[in-house]
């Protein structure tokens, strides 16, 4: 059984364009969450997705920064217009069921450098 | 609101020395707490979780914690260390109005000498 899968692993954007981050779940998982990691910080909470639904996005950004969990392929995690701050580690954690304490399997993750 | 505080952004020790990684949280609710891994350059491997019952907690590579709700405290805790412990090390808390999402303190760094 393969691992949470992220890719692309390494992506440089220069400021104004847009970062596309894919994350494709452990087989029969069907909840995602979207954590960034700033230098030298903590992960922190941008999102949670079921299939086709975003149930809790009380840690995204208000502009610019979008996610789908589509009811075929990966999670994608969408930056428009990027800008030095969100040069970031973004990692993509998945779990079998939302329910409290359950475990939450993590990606390796996608490190995002705006040029 | 849930918050959890890592101590010590640093820890060096010696191998073959134990180790603690101190962890406190804040939370009006049950919490359920957790330490993950990082080593250089990957995602976040589990080492241990508590959710209720025993205190102390058991995890992988060694590793222990234990839950102490007077204190509100949940450190880590290893006999022996060794080379390959040497990562970024995070608590972290669910539950309550956070049910699924999960809050990270801010990771101690553990480096280990020869």
């Known amino acids: 059984n393969a691992g949470v899968m992220q890719n692309p692993r390494h992506l440089v954007r220069r400021r104004g364009q847009e970062a596309r981050l894919r994350c494709s779940p452990m087989?029969?998982?069907?909840?995602v969450y979207w954590y960034r990691q700033l230098p030298e910080e903590g992960l922190k909470f941008m999102v949670y997705?079921?299939?086709?639904?975003?149930?809790?996005e009380s840690g995204m950004p208000k502009e610019r920064f979008s996610a789908e969990f589509p009811k075929e392929g990966p999670s994608i995690l969408r930056i428009q217009q990027v800008v030095r701050g969100d040069s970031a580690a973004y990692f993509c954690?998945?779990?079998?069921?939302?329910?409290?304490?359950?475990?939450?399997?993590f990606g390796p993750g996608t490190r995002l450098t705006v040029l | 609101a849930q918050s959890v505080t890592q101590l010590d952004s640093q820890v060096p020790v010696f191998e073959e020395a134990p180790v603690e990684l101190r962890c406190n949280y804040s939370?009006?609710?049950?919490?359920?707490l957790f330490w993950y891994v990082q080593y250089p350059n990957q995602g976040l491997q589990l080492l241990l979780k508590?959710?209720?019952?025993?205190?102390l907690v058991k995890g992988i590579n060694g590793f222990e914690a234990e839950f102490n709700k007077s204190q509100t405290s949940f450190h880590l805790r290893k006999p022996s260390v060794h080379i390959s412990d040497t990562a970024e090390y995070f608590c972290?808390?669910?539950?309550?109005?956070?049910?699924?999402?999960?809050?990270f303190g801010s990771g101690t760094r553990l480096s280990i000498r020869p």
């Open positions: 954690a998945s779990s079998p069921r939302a329910g409290v304490g359950d475990t939450q399997y």
């Open positions: 972290a808390v669910s539950g309550g109005s956070s049910a699924s999402k999960i809050i």
């Open positions: 939370s009006s609710v049950s919490v359920y």
């Open positions: 087989k029969g998982h069907s909840h």
């Open positions: 997705l079921q299939k086709e639904n975003i149930i809790d």
């Open positions: 508590y959710l209720s019952g025993s205190t």
